[in-house]
């Protein structure tokens, strides 16, 4: 069993920056895939960012890509998500997920995912 707790959501003016944080309890932490999903007002959560239990790979979506990074520290039983450059379209209620088996080619998909935090709220106001 994986809690996982999101925190540093916030308000911020187009062009800046957020870093979210996940924190996980659990000792099986490090070997789950750890995810970013987003889900704004009146659309389907999506897909963000993803990083293997090493750290060694990450994945993101093609509209984050350069903007954002994602990273974990298995030490410490938490993922972040560094965002840059933020645009009132990454305005949405960010996730974070964790999955016990996964492929590379479904850990896009929500029902990977075994784990999920409640979220926090991320706002970018133009």
């Known amino acids: 069993q994986v809690q996982l707790v999101e925190s540093g959501g916030g308000l911020v003016q187009a062009g800046g920056s957020l870093r979210l944080s996940c924190a996980a309890s659990?000792?099986?932490?490090?070997?789950?895939?750890m995810g970013w999903f987003r889900q704004a007002p009146g659309k389907e959560r999506e897909f963000v960012t993803a990083?293997?239990?090493?750290?060694?790979?990450?994945y993101y979506t093609d509209s984050v890509k350069g903007r954002f990074t994602i990273s974990r520290d298995n030490a410490k039983n938490t993922m972040y998500l560094q965002m840059n450059s933020l645009k009132p379209e990454d305005t949405a209620v960010y996730y974070c997920?964790?999955?016990?088996?996964?492929?590379?080619?479904?850990?896009?998909?929500?029902?990977?995912?075994?784990?999920w935090g409640q979220g926090t709220q991320v706002t970018v106001s133009s």
């Open positions: 990083i293997s239990w090493s750290g060694s790979s990450t």
């Open positions: 997920a964790a999955a016990r088996e996964w492929s590379r080619s479904s850990l896009y998909r929500r029902d990977e995912y075994d784990y």
């Open positions: 659990g000792r099986t932490f490090s070997t789950y895939l």
